[in-house]
């Protein structure tokens, strides 16, 4: 019969163990997961060494706890959660549930003592027990039967406390922990103990008198007066510590050994899950088929194809499917288009449409009203057959996505489904996924292909009267549409990239690592491989003598958290560290951006998601081009391999100064914030003036930094946390500063309370043009929930106004630039910047004609204010 195997963990210690342990890390929706991945990485470990038979999760079910009958100041002088941590709780929860992992809080009292009864009725049942901790109190469980793992300063390692370990490493036995507490107390628990009696000196009293009580019958006994007179004055406090120490181990436990058994999780629902966080590195350790493929039962559909194209399949409303297999349509193979209009339903193969010159004629005719499924996809990919589709005036995928941005959906199956259209199959269960990706027989893809086009037909009118409804309709055709048009010129005209000089580059940099690890040898006094974690842990923890924080399984942990605290202890860390970066340069940016220049143009053609962010604004993939560094020098001058494509030509930059701030003072109507943008006053130093009360020449550049950060945090939803971490003072004195902030700028303080109300009232909030974030969680239950969404309600308008008030700026400026007849080119969107490319004779008319059209983009109560630079290259132009 098999061995049962029973692993508890402690869900808040491990919960705060990976939150603490990892950066905070957030998701698209900007949620924050930090916690809930390493909670992830800890329980994808714990299921493949322990190989559990049942399992459980415990949870603390409140503040207050039988030992603060006790004492009151039990567990006081803790912090309050971070709400960046409180927020995710309900996400672990949910991940538990996932994984088929039973969870268990009880009232009263804490995990430990849900853990402690649970383990010694599993003991008596013969079973093997694994309790999984950061909390050392729980090693006083320790048995033959039970392990007591304590994880170290990373997540997943584990210090195993059996018998064994704790006699080798305190020389006690397990029961002699609480004894140890009783005298030494515990500071993170609040436990006073003996005041003066420290760890060693409390072994060294328990290796002699055994227990506690034993030694305080004993005090006679012990040498030295000094300590035998602590231990008289505070022989009650010692008692009482050793009490609140001991873990509970007939809590009064409702559950059932066999109920908590472990079967396996459900694939649907972590691939869910971790979709949703973003967790995209830990879809692939779930295995390949990360989803349940379910055949629909498909009604039978109709279809032509014709055997030439003619003017006689066209009509006035058409839907027209271009379909392709591969996400990056500036390279992907169009595998067929659908027709759907009122003469019927038509599967045009590649080869008919593309080398018809009646088709060419018919998607360039801009009198021609076409409904399409991503316009800008459409358009970019006909454009190299030399097709330029016009006329494409609804895009079911943009709709979509301003009904309702949160939901993230690419699948044409999907939207259909939200609108009870199911005679279409969704792309993953038709083509497969992954390496099992192909395109079945003709036939078959005929058959989707115009489903497609008929979904797209039902799916038309139903989502025009829902964004007419929402006020969105304006928004949908005077700014979305137009805007993914430039986008698609953009994407297509590309940006040249000097190959040689990234070449040259990384030619450079490979030198300057050379050089770097060299000196880095030289420090630590011999050579060995800078890029192995275990020989670089030997050299500064054990040669050098450096302070180890984490250890790994393969030794100490080198990682950037880790060299960052030891900065200033030793020269070498300083190399280390600028080593990395260049390394991360090298790799990711000069070797990242050669392989993507296209060979036929020289340039790189990135691709912009229109439909993807909550708040509108847009981002760039295959390359990330508005993620190019500009802190490090050397991450700068990647820029000067950006270059115009003509001779004679500039590029020309210009930027948004403080526009979500300006857009903060428009939408609070903040009179103190509003004067400050019109007197044109560097709103850092005029709030750091503010909050601190001091004149303009008392405040030094530490001022200006801490108001910096609260102004744009106030923008991000900071909370005293976030601030804290940024800053690198006090969650106390942030909380402070934050008051301080809000009792300055009142009008903001009024519009986060306004903000929240009206989408506690509407589900949603909106940005100055009508963009809609639907936030559900604003009237939640749970406090974290609800908070998070409050946080997400006040900046949403503020930043997705931004995003809005740029893309004005591109339709404004694109036509500008028609208007003047000038040969300039809008080449990049970078979040609030855009880059252009201009013949040098035009760079005088630039200068007042960008600035004029983007800060008129949209009337504000504060000027929008904008700032431009050009060169030979996109380095110089900033």
């Known amino acids: 019969m098999e061995k049962k195997k029973l692993v508890l963990i402690d869900g808040n210690s491990i919960a705060y163990r990976a939150f603490f342990a990892l950066p905070l890390l957030n998701n698209d929706k900007g949620i924050h997961t930090n916690a809930v991945y390493g909670f992830t990485m800890m329980l994808m470990k714990i299921l493949e060494d322990e190989k559990p038979t049942h399992m459980l999760v415990a949870f ?321 990919s006909l454009r190299r057959y030399d097709i330029h589709l016009k006329g494409a005036d609804f895009d079911i995928l943009m709709a979509s996505y301003l009904i309702n941005p949160s939901e993230n959906i690419e699948d044409l199956a999907a939207i259909a489904k939200r609108y009870d259209i199911y005679n279409i199959q969704p792309d993953e269960s038709f083509y497969g996924k992954g390496a099992k990706r192909r395109v079945p027989d003709a036939a078959k893809l005929a058959e989707h292909l115009i489903r497609k086009g008929l979904a797209m037909s039902q799916l038309r009118g139903k989502l025009k009267d829902e964004l007419r409804s929402n006020e969105q309709y304006e928004l949908f055709t005077e700014l979305e549409m137009p805007v993914s048009l430039i986008l698609a010129d953009m994407e297509s005209c590309g940006i040249r990239v000097e190959r040689e000089r990234l070449e040259l580059m990384g030619k450079e940099l490979n030198e300057r690592l050379i050089e770097i690890e060299e000196k880095v040898c030289d420090l630590a006094g011999e050579k060995f491989n800078i890029n192995s974690p275990k020989q670089l842990g030997v050299i500064l923890f054990e040669k050098l003598g450096l302070q180890s924080f984490k250890k790994t399984k393969t030794g100490h942990s080198t990682s950037a958290d880790v060299l960052e605290k030891l900065a200033g202890d030793h020269e070498i860390i300083e190399h280390i560290l600028l080593y990395r970066q260049l390394g991360k340069l090298q790799s990711t940016y000069i070797e990242g951006l050669l392989k993507v220049i296209n060979p036929k143009t020289e340039k790189i053609h990135t691709r912009y998601q229109q439909t993807l962010t909550a708040t509108g604004r847009l981002s760039s993939i295959d390359p990330n081009l508005q993620n190019i560094p500009i802190r490090l020098e050397e991450g700068r001058k990647i820029r000067q391999a950006f270059v115009p494509s003509e001779k004679g030509w500039v590029i020309f930059a210009a930027d948004y100064s403080q526009i979500e701030l300006r857009v903060l003072a428009d939408i609070a109507g903040d009179e103190k914030l509003i004067q400050a943008f019109k007197a044109d006053l560097d709103i850092h130093t005029k709030t750091a003036m503010e909050v601190f009360h001091v004149e303009k020449d008392e405040v030094n550049s530490n001022m200006r930094r801490q108001a910096k950060a609260v102004n744009f945090g106030i923008v991000y939803g900071i909370s005293d946390y976030g601030l804290s971490q940024s800053l690198g003072i006090t969650r106390k004195e942030a909380g402070q500063f934050i008051e301080r902030y809000l009792d300055t700028y009142p009008g903001v303080k009024e519009y986060m309370d306004d903000i929240i109300h009206s989408a506690r009232q509407k589900g949603y909030v909106t940005t100055l043009m009508q963009r809609r974030r639907y936030i559900p969680e604003i009237t939640a ?98």
């Open 60 to 380: 603390d079910a409140g503040k207050t706890t039988f030992r603060h009958k006790t004492f009151t100041e039990y567990k006081g002088g803790r912090q309050k959660t971070p709400p960046e941590l409180s927020e995710q709780f309900p996400f672990i929860r949910e991940l538990l549930d996932a994984y088929g992992i039973s969870r268990y809080e009880l009232e009263n009292y804490e995990a430990d003592d849900i853990i402690g009864t649970l383990s010694l009725t599993a003991e008596k049942d013969g079973y093997e027990v694994k309790v999984i901790s950061g909390d050392k109190d729980l090693t006083q469980l320790s048995s033959p039967a039970i392990t007591v793992g304590i994880t170290r300063k990373g997540i997943t390692d584990i210090e195993e406390y059996t018998p064994k370990h704790i006699g080798e490493k305190y020389g006690l036995a397990p029961d002699q922990i609480i004894d140890m507490k009783g005298l030494m107390g515990d500071a993170s628990d609040n436990i006073p103990g003996v005041p003066g009696v420290g760890e060693k000196t409390a072994i060294k009293l328990l290796k002699e008198f055994s227990t506690l009580e034993n030694l305080l019958n004993s005090i006679d006994q012990v040498s030295g007066n000094k300590l035998k007179g602590k231990l008289e004055e505070f022989k009650n406090q010692a008692i009482m510590s050793k009490e609140l120490a001991t873990i509970e181990r007939q809590a009064p436990v409702e559950v059932d050994l066999d109920a908590i058994s472990y079967e396996g999780f459900t694939r649907e629902k972590l691939v869910g899950l971790f979709k949703e966080l973003g967790f995209h590195s830990l879809l692939d350790k779930l295995g390949e088929d990360t989803a349940v493929l379910v055949e629909p039962e498909l009604e039978e559909v109709d279809y032509m194809i014709p055997s030439d194209i003619t003017d006689e399949i066209f009509a006035d409303d058409n839907y027209l499917y271009v379909e392709m297999l591969d996400d990056n349509y500036h390279y992907a193979d169009i595998i067929g288009f659908s027709l759907v209009n009122e003469k019927g339903n038509f599967y045009l193969p590649t080869d008919l449409a593309l080398k018809s010159e009646v088709f060419k004629k018919w998607a360039e005719d801009e009198r021609i009203k076409k409904t399409v499924y991503d316009a800008k996809r459409s358009e970019v």
């Open 781 to 878: 239950r749970n406090f974290n929930i609800r908070s998070f969404a409050e946080r997400t309600a006040m900046n949403t308008p503020i930043q997705g106004s931004a995003a809005d008030i740029i893309k004005k700026a591109m339709i404004d400026m694109d036509e500008a630039l028609k208007d003047k007849g000038l040969k300039t080119r809008l080449l990049l969107q970078v979040h609030d910047e855009l880059i252009f490319e201009a013949p040098e004779d035009e760079v005088e008319i630039l200068k007042s004609l960008v600035p004029l059209v983007m800060e008129n983009a949209l009337e504000l109560k504060v000027p929008l204010k904008v700032d431009y630079s050009y060169g030979p290259t996109w380095f110089d132009a900033k």
